[in-house]
């Protein structure tokens, strides 16, 4: 009878190892080959606390999730229709974004609540994603897309636990103080965020995709 197992996630150089999600570390000398059903996940050298991965290795065998691209949910309907504010949750706020919020920044946790809405339908959560694939729009007016202000978006939900501390990391919304991130998460995903024209809803800033692995394996004997 197969045994269940977690995927490892292995970190290159003198960095960590890790379980899925945010499971205690040791230490690991060089990226291997991943073993049939985890996922060796390919860390900066010397950084405790990256904000992305190099890349990840995903053994055979190994049960993915890909998720459809999501948006921001439409939290705003008093917002003129097809609007980039109609998709931002001023509620959640008290009213009003704070200091240094960008619409992109705003648009960007709404999208990462709605990813996490996405990956509890199947019974996975932020801890299991491994890969992400950002699209952003302009904001009006601005002749490039926001990327400072979903890297800050982003880092509330991902990247935001030292691997070596395994201690929470204080990150900024806006221009506000560093605080304790909205969803503690040692997760480092591999990432790419691209620029485009249009996405494919109006008012839309931001759509992302992820990769998951299902936290339970059954490895390929």
Known sequence: MKKHRRPLAIAAGAALLLGAGAGAGVAAERFTTPEPGTVAVNLPVGSTNPNIARGVGIGAGTAIYKSSGTGPTLVNPAAPAGSA?????????????????????AQGLNALAAIGENLA?????????????????????????????WNRAYRQYFANVDLEAREPVLVPMGTGEPAAPLRENAAVP???????????????LVEIEVDAVYPEQHPVD
């Open 190 to 204: 591999s990432r790419a965020a691209l620029e485009i024209g249009t996405l494919p809803v109006p008012g839309w």
């Open 85 to 105: 504010e109609s998709y931002v949750d001023y509620a959640s706020f008290g009213g009003e974004l704070p200091g240094g919020v960008t619409l992109t920044e």
């Open 121 to 149: 339908s199947v019974g996975l959560d932020f801890d299991d994603v491994i890969t992400m694939r950002v699209f952003l729009d302009n904001e009006a007016g601005a002749e490039v897309a926001d990327f400072a202000g």
